[in-house]
């Protein structure tokens, strides 16, 4: 009995209506790119597990996809660690590679490969796909787009004013209002953790931190006590969990709760420069909000970070992140070289466009005309003038089998095709066509000239 196909969990299959949605997404999103002045790269699909491991704190990397050495090489696995119980060291020894977790770390990995080769400040963008070993659920797949542009080599504020700008114009054009860009920064948090006594807990304090969206206040704490950090520096955290009002408000409450701390004021001035920035030049869709419990639990990130939330209308997590990473290209061993990115969530962001009913309608249409076959001696007259439209631009095609009009015409409207062409005996003999317009129901008889002139593509 045959097994009935199936896909892993974590995956997808994607239609032609669905693919067309995400090359709609997809060349938004590269139109912006190039207009901000940054220029396409490509990495592999996978990296040495020495590249990845490491980079993204201990969550991160139970979520990268290992690919188990073959042959001779599996005969260098770490028997021993195996025998003592350590199964992250006997992993580890049964795999060289790995599929890439993000575009972040190759894309570091790629400008201390080649920086000889590089200018800087080098503005780079990367769409291509990811894999992350995470329990599936609504919006969270294993393998998903990431659509990331970068700078690497400049400290510049402007840089994050100029991605806030990025991410507006995007969601501008593809027309989804009511997106709020979430504002922080790492060093205000580096702050925090010192005033409550966990500084030596940064990243167990960030990751639970960054979880209060998702399972709330009480669970953030008990998470916190589980890591060490004291029941009175929670207390002293408490107002955050619960901070409101606008920009230079929520600044004014931090100012408070950092008192003196150095690290902590060169965050809120780095937070108000930008904000400041972005009041003089305004955006047209998004909204800047600063989220001071926002701490994205990748361990690179230094400066400001941004996460980007859907429209309130649509259940969804984010469509996008990034931030400032000052220490990347040194663990590579290029020293001295701060980058900032941001990330664009595919996958989510179709999911949240297919919701609101944003796509353009009929954009998934591939054959402008359909030649309708009656016979050898017709198909080959059609075939000549088919070779003509192709020729100049208009995408043709004949039906393969010559059978009754009715199904030809069924699948042309099965497929959004706007325009039949009839070639029967008395055309083949006058040597012109039987143009039909699907969309008005119109028909005329025409020659070739006229025939190409009439298909508006």
Do not use: H
């Amino acid at each position: 009995m045959a097994t009935k196909p199936r896909i892993a969990k974590g995956t997808r299959d994607f239609n032609s209506q669905q693919i067309a949605n995400r090359e709609y997404i997809f060349s938004t999103i590269k139109s912006n790119f190039k207009a901000f002045g940054f220029e396409p790269i490509e990495t592999p699909s996978f990296e040495l597990s020495e590249t990845l491991l490491g980079k993204y704190g201990e969550e991160g990397d139970r979520l990268i996809f290992k690919i188990l050495n073959s042959g001779d090489k599996v005969k260098k696995a770490d028997l021993s660690a195996l025998e003592q119980g350590n199964l992250s060291r006997f992993s580890n020894s049964l795999s060289e590679k790995a599929l890439r977790y993000d575009l972040t770390v190759p894309f570091a990995r790629y400008v201390v490969q080649y920086q000889n080769d590089i200018t800087f400040p080098f503005k780079r963008y990367q769409i291509q796909p990811v894999w992350r070993a995470d329990r599936p659920q609504k919006g969270r797949f294993q393998e998903f787009y990431q659509c990331d542009a970068d700078v690497v080599g400049s400290n510049s504020l402007w840089q994050e004013v100029e991605f806030i700008q990025l991410y507006d114009a995007i969601f501008s054009d593809l027309k989804l209002e009511g997106v709020t860009i979430n504002i922080n920064n790492r060093k205000i948090l580096s702050a925090i953790a010192k005033r409550i006594g966990a500084q030596d807990k940064l990243i167990d304090f960030t990751v639970a931190l960054d979880k209060l969206d998702k399972i709330g206040p009480e669970k953030v704490k008990e998470e916190m006590l589980q890591k060490g950090i004291s029941s009175e520096g929670i207390k002293i955290l408490e107002p955050l969990f619960s901070l409101s009002g606008d920009f230079d408000t929520q600044l004014k409450s931090l100012k408070l709760l950092l008192g003196t701390s150095e690290v902590g004021s060169t965050g809120i001035n780095e937070l108000e420069f930008i904000s400041n920035a972005i009041n003089d030049l305004g955006l047209k869709t998004a909204t800047l909000k600063l989220n001071l419990t926002l701490a994205r639990g990748l361990n690179y990130y230094t400066g400001a970070i941004f996460e980007v939330s859907a429209p309130e209308s649509v259940a969804m997590g984010s469509i996008g992140g990034g931030g400032r990473y000052d220490d990347l290209t040194n663990i590579f061993g290029l020293k001295g070289t701060s980058g900032v990115g941001i990330s664009f969530g595919l996958d989510r962001i179709a999911l949240v466009m297919e919701v609101l009913d944003l796509f353009p309608k009929n954009n998934q249409q591939s054959t402008t005309v359909l030649f309708t076959n009656f016979g050898t001696n017709e198909s080959l007259y059609c075939y000549k003038a088919i070779q003509t439209l192709r020729a100049n631009g208009i995408s043709a095609e004949l039906y393969p089998d010559a059978t009754k009009l009715k199904k030809q015409i069924t699948y042309a409207n099965k497929r959004n095709i706007p325009y039949i062409v009839l070639v029967g005996e008395e055309e083949l003999t006058n040597n012109n066509f039987t143009l039909k317009n699907m969309t008005t129901g119109t028909q005329e008889t025409v020659d070739l000239p006229t025939l190409q002139s009439r298909i508006i593509v």
